[in-house]
C-alpha cells in the first residue's frame, strides 16, 4: 500500500525515505525533497540495502525509447547518496560545522549494461561497500525485469566546507 505521494504506508502513516528524513531541504534535481520540478528519488532501507523505485518520465528519453544514459547516471548517484547519508547516520558522523550535508560525490563510474526502459518503473539498490569517516563507496545499481541495466560505483569524500 502507498500514500499520495508513492511512498509506502508505515503503520503509523506515511514512511519518511531517507531524503526526507535525513536532508529535507536539499533542493538537489534527482532526490532533494524541495525540488518540485526534480525527479524526487525516494530510498528506503531494505535488509542491509537501500532500495528506490523510480518512474520515468517521457521526457527522460535517449531519443531511442530508452531511458537517457544521464538521468541513469543521476539516480545511482543520488540513490548512493542515501545508502552514505544513512551509513554516517548509523555511525555517528554528522554534517561538519558549516556543511550542509557530510559527504559530496567525489566521483561516480557508470557501467551501462543493456538498454533500460522509458516506460516501465525500474529499481535502484545500493550498499556501501567501504565506510572512512573521511570517505566512503557505494555500490549501486539500476534494476528492471530481473536484471542489472545498469552499476555505478559511487566514490563520496567528507564536506568540509572553506
Given at each position: 500500500?502507498?500514500?499520495?505521494?508513492?511512498?509506502?504506508?508505515?503503520?503509523?502513516?506515511?514512511?519518511?525515505?531517507?531524503?526526507?528524513?535525513?536532508?529535507?531541504?536539499?533542493?538537489?534535481?534527482?532526490?532533494?525533497?524541495?525540488?518540485?520540478?526534480?525527479?524526487?528519488?525516494?530510498?528506503?532501507?531494505?535488509?542491509?540495502?537501500?532500495?528506490?523505485?523510480?518512474?520515468?518520465?517521457?521526457?527522460?528519453?535517449?531519443?531511442?525509447?530508452?531511458?537517457?544514459?544521464?538521468?541513469?547516471?543521476?539516480?545511482?548517484?543520488?540513490?548512493?547518496?542515501?545508502?552514505?547519508?544513512?551509513?554516517?547516520?548509523?555511525?555517528?558522523?554528522?554534517?561538519?560545522?558549516?556543511?550542509?550535508?557530510?559527504?559530496?560525490?567525489?566521483?561516480?563510474?557508470?557501467?551501462?549494461?543493456?538498454?533500460?526502459?522509458?516506460?516501465?518503473?525500474?529499481?535502484?539498490?545500493?550498499?556501501?561497500?567501504?565506510?572512512?569517516e573521511d570517505s566512503m563507496t557505494a555500490e549501486v545499481e539500476l534494476w528492471w525485469d530481473?536484471?542489472?541495466?545498469?552499476?555505478?560505483?559511487?566514490?563520496?569524500?567528507?564536506?568540509?566546507?572553506?
Amino acid at each position: 500500500m502507498t500514500d499520495l505521494r508513492g511512498g509506502p504506508l508505515g503503520s503509523a502513516g506515511p514512511v519518511l525515505s531517507i531524503q526526507e528524513r535525513l536532508y529535507p531541504d536539499t533542493d538537489c534535481f534527482g532526490c532533494g525533497p524541495r525540488n518540485t520540478a526534480g525527479l524526487r528519488l525516494r530510498s528506503l532501507p531494505d535488509d542491509g540495502f537501500v532500495v528506490a523505485h523510480f518512474t520515468p518520465w517521457p521526457e527522460h528519453g535517449n531519443g531511442l525509447g530508452s531511458l537517457n544514459g544521464g538521468i541513469i547516471a543521476t539516480v545511482l548517484d543520488c540513490h548512493s547518496a542515501a545508502a552514505v547519508f544513512l551509513e554516517a547516520e548509523h555511525r555517528g558522523w554528522p554534517a561538519l560545522p558549516g556543511a550542509r550535508l557530510p559527504y559530496v560525490t567525489a566521483g561516480l563510474t557508470v557501467r551501462y549494461l543493456r538498454p533500460s526502459p522509458l516506460d516501465h518503473v525500474v529499481e535502484l539498490r545500493g550498499v556501501v561497500s567501504s565506510a572512512a569517516e573521511d570517505s566512503m563507496t557505494a555500490e549501486v545499481e539500476l534494476w528492471w525485469d530481473g536484471k542489472p541495466r545498469a552499476t555505478a560505483t559511487a566514490d563520496w569524500r567528507r564536506w568540509r566546507p572553506r
